[in-house]
């Protein structure tokens, strides 16, 4: 079946910011393919909400940590591609897959840092890569960062170094793709309630209200207050933003 609709490809859709930006993109009109590590159940009911509201939309199993795995799933989109829409491309990508890991500097060990470089630096850089050829001219990536690239909040360390290579990554995007008409953005979002990291922020009360404290409209984020704005950036209304690093923190530590 032909489909005249956009394909946006999010990376870890099946829960939090993820899930919220896969649906928050069906709202726009743009169908969705969508990716999990462990969580399948939760992947087809997210594919089940977005139709549901009338988008079309697959999962997929992928680690973004195992760079030996991206040609098979590279496969796997291109058979996606053909068999649900008749086609050879798709017009967006959103790196957002990740995790968080609490420690010191001093505490941070070789292999807390390299799971953390494995899946939000090497992943992102050749995932991107190796889809590229599947990416439409005049597309559009979207990279996730976080406010911790801006502002230092101890214990992160090595999370937002590796955020603060993937600002200046996109940057590169930017210019060496842009004579294929393709944009490339980061999103850095600020404190948010998700289970990610553990489900600090959420469920620690008093680190709770200390970044409410911290933040110019009085409260934490949700996963609400991101979707939208990855959403955005696959919409026409985006076209002229580009190599742009877009905070939606509520204004953190000012």
């Not at 001219?137 to 993937?166: C, E, H, V, W």
């Not at 294929?180 to 979002?189: L, Q, S, T, Y």
């Not at 933003?241 to 953190?252: F, L």
Request: hydrophobic share 45%.
């Amino acid at each position: 079946m032909q489909t005249n609709s956009k394909i946006a490809l999010v990376t870890g859709g099946s829960r939090g910011l993820g899930k919220n930006a896969a649906l928050s993109i069906a709202r726009k009109g743009i169908d969705v393919i969508l990716t999990y590590r462990t969580q399948k159940e939760e992947a087809e009911a997210t594919v089940a909400a977005i139709e549901q509201i009338g988008g079309r939309a697959v999962a997929l199993p992928l680690d973004t940590s195992t760079v030996n795995t991206f040609d098979a799933f590279a496969q796997s989109v291109q058979n996606a591609l053909k068999d649900k829409w008749n086609r050879e491309s798709f017009d967006f990508l959103v790196n957002n897959a990740g995790i968080g890991i609490y420690a010191s500097f001093v505490q941070t060990t070789e292999e807390q840092f390299d799971t953390l470089y494995n899946i939000h630096f090497k992943g992102v850089f050749f995932l991107t890569q190796k889809l590229l050829p599947l990416l439409a001219d005049q597309g559009g990536i979207i990279n996730l960062s976080t406010g911790l690239a801006r502002f230092a909040t101890p214990g992160y360390a090595a999370y937002a170094s590796m955020k603060g290579a993937i600002e200046t990554f996109t940057k590169y995007l930017a210019k060496e793709l842009g004579a294929r008409g393709i944009k490339a953005n980061v999103v850095a979002p600020g404190a948010i309630e998700t289970d990610f990291g553990g489900g600090a922020v959420r469920d620690n009360a008093s680190l709770n209200t200390f970044l409410a404290s911290a933040t110019a409209l009085g409260r934490v984020g949700v996963a609400d207050d991101i979707g939208g704005v990855i959403a955005f950036l696959c919409t026409e209304d985006a076209r002229w933003i580009n190599a742009q690093r877009i905070e939606a923190s509520g204004g953190m530590f000012l």
